[in-house]
């Protein structure tokens, strides 16, 4: 199925970006383009192939530790980044209403 | 004694060590030439007062003759995709414009605990997502040998540092040849790792599955010294590699070495671009070693798996930056969902759309079988390759990229762009360690390189076939503009 401007419209959504008319037409145009390229997989046969799950065989193995508690980032520091805040949380638009 | 910066990172530190140079001359020296040459525009944020108290610090400990670190008093700057503790880490976005690192990356953290004067942050494209550095959201950066041409990217700032000497060591990432490319483009040596060898704690994420830190230097002696440093275990990043830490000794000949050369894969060549390639094969020939053709024609599927896996990677990587917890957050956005759109809207660059988006797509219900797995198949294929490639080489040779450093805004059909990467996204598919050496210039008297990849967890190899061939070959140099 082709890329048209409808599945950009619920890539939009999906991808939770809004753009401009203008970066629209010109995202539009590039993947198309792209995509265009990306089908040359098809030629590739890969049947009874694996996915690759990592990339480095043989060093795969389980990364186990103690699920300790530690302070390694501070409430203050961390809301020094926040965008917006209340009472020492992080402040959002109401999600319910009513 | 000569400029300081006609040293290699490794001779200015042995200079140091020996008493013959003071910590704090090397920060001023190198702090006013990143000053006087702000025309080649490589850093976001540069930290002179950070760097001055850690060199004054540092001459004191020598003075009491106290033990200092591996990297002591080399200039350090580093990419601005990686934490540095208290300071902004922009990652090329206006989406993190304010934001400050609440921890240090941990590569960062062993330059700093090994002494390194950490000079400032140099930019890249947005979210490490271009070959060019043309989509920095701040302003794009210049390649020191000819500022109308670009420095290669995304570690472009970088790689301009150091090829002005304005540091003589910088970290980059490499994703899909952002190390490699930059470093060949701009004339300078540059260093991906094996997957997982240097911890990715700390560093913005982009394609988790390909990114490696990774080092910028004037000679590969420098990159050695600095993986003696980075490559270490760590345990806030699981993928790190948990072997012991490795010594880089570099011999000077390539005796009885098997270099694979994959012909046909590299046919189209630009003929400028196959005579410097082909050149470096009878250096390295002449230092000992044989070649034998492999195969590995699949690569030239590399361009498509690459771009569908990363940018599904990339899209799950930033959907965290949802205008929340961090980052910019629109000031129009009046309930929860138009706070994740508008804010994604003025906090990204054309670029990061558009990759969020194909990332989105080949992942989307209908798609991720054409796409997506279809695609982590192909890489299992070429893992395979390259796994039978190695069983009859120790290491095989790919130019850096298909032409030398283009002008600036000469490149604007995106798959033209993705090109630019066909030689260096191989080694991210397969989590090889790879090396980009300068190997000569072309006819417009701009850098080229060549690659030395090796098999996985091949590292000190691969450096040390490295320094034998820059030994032999000699292509480094400084841009004339930047000598004095």
């Not at chain 2, 959201?137 to 290669?152: A, E, I």
């Not at chain 2, 790190?240 to 994959?262: N, R």
Request: glycine letters at 8%.
């Amino acid at each position: 199925m082709e890329f048209d401007r409808k599945s950009l419209e619920h890539l939009k959504k999906l991808c939770r970006i809004e753009c401009s008319e203008e970066e629209e037409a010109d995202i539009l145009t590039s993947l198309q383009k792209v995509l265009g390229h990306m089908g040359q997989l098809k030629e590739v046969n890969t049947e009874g192939v694996p996915s690759c799950n990592h990339v480095l065989r043989g060093m795969l193995r389980n990364q186990m530790r103690d699920d300790e508690v530690k302070n390694l980032l501070p409430r203050d520091k961390f809301l020094g980044n926040a965008p917006d805040q209340i009472g020492g949380m992080v402040r959002v638009p109401p999600v319910l209403k009513g | 004694m000569k400029n300081l910066h006609h040293f290699s990172a490794t001779e200015l530190r042995d200079a140091f060590l020996k008493g013959k140079v003071k910590a704090v001359e090397i920060a001023r020296h190198f702090l006013d030439r990143i000053e006087r040459h702000g025309d080649v525009k490589a850093f976001l944020s540069t930290f002179g007062e950070r760097a001055l108290q850690k060199a004054e610090a540092l001459d004191r400990k020598r003075e009491k003759k106290l033990p200092v670190g591996k990297l002591a008093a080399i200039p350090v700057a580093l990419k601005d995709n990686m934490h540095l503790s208290g300071e902004i880490t922009t990652c090329g976005s206006q989406f993190l414009k304010n934001y400050r690192a609440p921890f240090d990356a941990t590569a960062v953290r062993l330059i700093e605990e090994h002494d390194g004067l950490i000079l400032g942050k140099t930019n890249l494209d947005e979210f490490a997502m271009g070959s060019s550095t043309e989509n920095s959201s701040f302003f794009p950066t210049h390649n020191p040998w000819d500022l109308k041409c670009v420095p290669g990217g995304s570690s472009g700032g970088s790689a301009a540092a150091v090829a002005a000497r304005l540091c003589l060591l910088a970290t980059g990432s490499d994703t899909g040849g952002s190390i490699r490319q930059p470093a060949g483009l701009c004339g300078v040596v540059g260093y991906k790792p094996t997957y997982g060898r240097v911890s990715r704690y700390g560093l913005v994420a982009f394609g988790s599955s390909w990114d490696q830190i990774g080092p910028l230097a004037p000679t590969v002696a420098d990159a050695a010294l600095a993986m003696e440093v980075m490559g270490r275990h760590c345990e806030h990043d699981a993928t790190s590699l948990d072997l012991p830490p490795e010594s880089y000794s570099l011999p000077k000949d390539l005796k009885e070495v098997k270099i694979g050369i994959p012909r046909k894969f590299l046919e189209s060549l630009q003929p400028e671009i196959s005579k410097n390639y082909f050149a470096a094969i009878e250096t390295m020939k002449s230092l000992g070693a044989k070649t034998i053709d492999v195969d590995l024609d699949i690569l030239k599927h590399s361009i498509a798996t690459y771009y569908i896996l990363a940018t599904a990677e990339a899209s799950t990587n930033l959907a965290r930056f949802d205008g929340i917890r961090y980052g910019i957050r629109s000031a129009k956005a009046k309930t929860l969902d138009q706070v994740y759109e508008y804010s994604r809207q003025i906090g990204f660059g054309r670029e990061v759309k558009k990759r969020i988006m194909l990332g989105t797509y080949v992942l989307s219900a209908g798609y991720q079988d054409a796409f997506y797995k279809k695609a982590q198949k192909v890489r299992t294929l070429m893992i395979d390759a390259f796994e039978k490639a190695f069983s009859d080489c120790d290491a095989i040779i790919f130019p850096v990229a298909p032409t030398g450093a283009f002008e600036s805004g000469t490149i604007t059909d995106p798959v033209a762009m993705y090109l630019q990467d066909c030689f260096t996204i191989p080694a991210n598919i397969a989590g090889l360690p790879a090396v980009s050496v300068p190997s000569g210039f072309d006819s417009r008297r701009m850098p080229l390189g060549i690659q030395i990849y090796g098999p996985q967890l091949c590292d000190v190899s691969v450096l040390q076939y490295a320094h034998a061939y820059e030994q032999a070959s000699r292509h480094a140099r400084i841009p004339p503009r930047y000598e004095a």
